[in-house]
């Protein structure tokens, strides 16, 4: 007999991670400014709704390689509405809204050297 949940639910609600559309940003930016920009967002967007250790599942999912993406947010209960991660929720229906620029780079970053 196996152990009751030892094999992963299957929600219809997750989707396959992949990633964000290429885009630009409206100005050349340089890592640094992207880096500030995220950090910005990470430090105030618990303030807008929703949990924070939703929030910092986000985070480290959007950090992250797909892979392991998936892991985090299946892991953490997040309904990912759309598959690039810019909209999600939780179990108890609140939104969670990201950003491209926390999830990938810009076409037009600027690298140094």
């Keep these: 007999?196996?152990?009751?949940?030892?094999?992963?639910?299957?929600?219809?609600?997750?989707?396959?991670?992949?990633?964000p559309k290429a885009w630009k940003h409206t100005q050349p930016i340089t890592p640094a400014r992207?880096?500030?920009?995220?950090?910005?967002?990470?430090?105030?967007?618990?303030?807008?709704?929703?949990?924070?250790?939703?929030?910092d599942a986000l985070r480290v999912a959007a950090e992250s390689d797909?892979?392991?993406a998936q892991t985090i947010v299946d892991s953490a209960g997040i309904i990912v509405s759309n598959p690039d991660m810019t909209l999600c929720y939780d179990e108890r229906g609140a939104k969670y809204e990201l950003p491209k620029y926390?999830?990938?780079?810009?076409?037009?970053?600027?690298?140094?050297g």
């Design 102 to 112: 926390v999830l990938s780079e810009p076409a037009n970053l600027i690298r140094d």
């Design 66 to 68: 797909l892979a392991l």
């Design 34 to 55: 992207l880096k500030q920009m995220r950090d910005e967002f990470w430090d105030t967007a618990p303030h807008y709704g929703g949990q924070k250790e939703i929030w």
């Design 1 to 19: 007999m196996g152990c009751a949940g030892s094999t992963p639910k299957v929600d219809e609600n997750s989707k396959k991670l992949k990633r």
